[in-house]
């Protein structure tokens, strides 16, 4: 399965049941970075938040190599604004060791804090995830100690949010946030927010570039397949992991939105 650039595309791949896995697909070097990146988007995000780039000493050869094969001329915030993509660098201290967050250029975050994060190793960054300090901590750091340079691996992240902006940190609660929501509305009121991610080690220091591109999408433009792909988060996380996402606030109006669309589907 190949990771497409919409949410559209983007869904047959993301996780909406069971239990957390990493759900890693291989990617062809043509599939890495979004071929049409929306520059001026990326410039303004990056202007009005210089707080999204930080960077440690001990990632500045992942940097400088990432430069390199970009073809761009400057450091980690030039190399983001250059991309659609979010750029973190993750780096280790000796083989084996757990992998952790060097240096980052977040211009379009999903809820998290880059200063909260840095310096920290991969279980820690993902701590307010449920489950995966038990589930996938070992096999994460298993997998990216194991990396090689010659393969990139992709994964696709799904939430439904209330807001189609490219920088989500939303200051109210949820439910504040979802009040507005209807079945009756849902199609224009919530939006599908999917975060293609992808893991590539560069050769030479070793360092791995974590990548993050934001594609979002109102939940009525989605075809009928879409919307009930996404429905099925409602009932198919595990326990924990909808409340995390807000999922109690905006699940009746998915739920009644997507049972609309499958009758008129059927009729």
Same mark, same amino acid.
């Given at each position: 399965?190949?990771?497409?650039?919409?949410?559209?595309?983007?869904?047959?791949?993301?996780?909406?049941?069971?239990?957390?896995?990493?759900?890693?697909?291989?990617?062809? @070097?043509?599939?890495?970075?979004?071929?049409?990146?929306?520059?001026?988007?990326?410039?303004?995000?990056?202007?009005?938040?210089? @707080?999204?780039?930080?960077?440690?000493?001990?990632?500045?050869?992942?940097?400088?190599?990432?430069?390199?094969?970009?073809?761009?001329?400057?450091?980690?915030?030039?190399?983001?604004?250059?991309?659609?993509? !979010?750029?973190?660098?993750?780096?280790?201290?000796?083989?084996?060791?757990?992998?952790?967050?060097?240096?980052?250029?977040?211009?379009?975050?999903? !809820?998290?804090?880059?200063? @909260?994060?840095?310096?920290?190793?991969?279980?820690?960054?993902?701590?307010?995830?449920?489950?995966?300090?038990?589930?996938?901590?070992?096999?994460?750091?298993?997998?990216?100690?194991?990396?090689?340079?010659?393969?990139?691996?992709?994964?696709?992240?799904?939430?439904?949010? /209330?807001?189609?902006?490219? #920088?989500?940190?939303?200051?109210?609660?949820?439910?504040? #946030?979802?009040?507005?929501?209807?079945?009756?509305?849902?199609?224009?009121?919530?939006?599908?927010?999917?975060?293609?991610?992808?893991?590539?080690?560069?050769?030479?220091?070793? /360092?791995?570039?974590?990548?993050?591109?934001?594609? #979002?999408?109102?939940?009525?433009?989605?075809?009928?397949?879409?919307? /009930?792909?996404?429905?099925?988060?409602?009932?198919?996380?595990?326990?924990?992991?909808? @409340?995390?996402?807000?999922?109690?606030?905006? /699940?009746?109006?998915?739920?009644?939105?997507?049972?609309?669309?499958?009758?008129?589907?059927?009729?």
């Amino acid at each position: 399965m190949s990771l497409g650039f919409s949410v559209e595309d983007l869904l047959p791949s993301a996780r909406v049941s069971g239990p957390l896995r990493m759900g890693l697909v291989k990617l062809a @070097e043509n599939a890495w970075l979004d071929p049409r990146p929306d520059l001026a988007a990326r410039k303004a995000g990056f202007d009005a938040h210089p @707080e999204s780039v930080m960077v440690l000493s001990e990632a500045e050869a992942g940097i400088s190599e990432l430069a390199e094969l970009l073809g761009v001329d400057g450091g980690l915030e030039a190399c983001a604004r250059s991309v659609w993509e !979010d750029l973190c660098v993750m780096v280790q201290d000796a083989p084996g060791e757990p992998f952790r967050l060097g240096a980052g250029a977040v211009a379009f975050p999903t !809820d998290w804090r880059l200063s @909260e994060k840095m310096g920290k190793p991969v279980h820690q960054v993902h701590e307010p995830i449920h489950g995966y300090a038990d589930k996938l901590a070992s096999p994460v750091d298993k997998f990216m100690d194991g990396l090689q340079s010659f393969n990139i691996f992709g994964r696709t992240n799904a939430f439904v949010v /209330a807001s189609d902006d490219l #920088r989500y940190m939303p200051e109210v609660s949820p439910a504040e #946030r979802f009040a507005h929501v209807t079945a009756e509305n849902a199609g224009e009121t919530l939006f599908v927010r999917c975060e293609r991610e992808a893991l590539r080690r560069l050769p030479k220091s070793r /360092a791995i570039v974590f990548t993050i591109g934001i594609y #979002r999408t109102p939940l009525g433009m989605l075809s009928d397949e879409g919307v /009930a792909r996404i429905a099925q988060s409602v009932e198919g996380f595990m326990d924990g992991e909808l @409340e995390r996402r807000a999922g109690p606030h905006y /699940a009746p109006a998915l739920h009644g939105y997507a049972a609309g669309r499958a009758r008129a589907q059927a009729a």
